[in-house]
């Protein structure tokens, strides 16, 4: 059997769960912001337009 953990302790994980998720979200965009700046570059270097699929967290932009 497991002793319930306290409301307090509850309260510290959830927050530290909520941190780390927003660091998380963050560290995915500045990848995906690398990624596009380092295909750009490629893009320039050999002189031609890459194909892209469709970016479905894009919004269409």
Do not use: C, F, K
Request: hydrophobic share 35%.
């Amino acid at each position: 059997m497991t002793v319930p953990a306290s409301p307090d302790a509850l309260a510290r994980e959830n927050t530290y769960l909520r941190q780390r998720n927003a660091q998380l979200q963050t560290d995915v965009a500045e990848l995906g912001a690398e990624v596009e700046r380092l295909r750009q570059i490629v893009e320039r270097l050999h002189g031609r337009t890459a194909m892209r699929p469709p970016n479905p967290l894009g919004g269409g932009q």
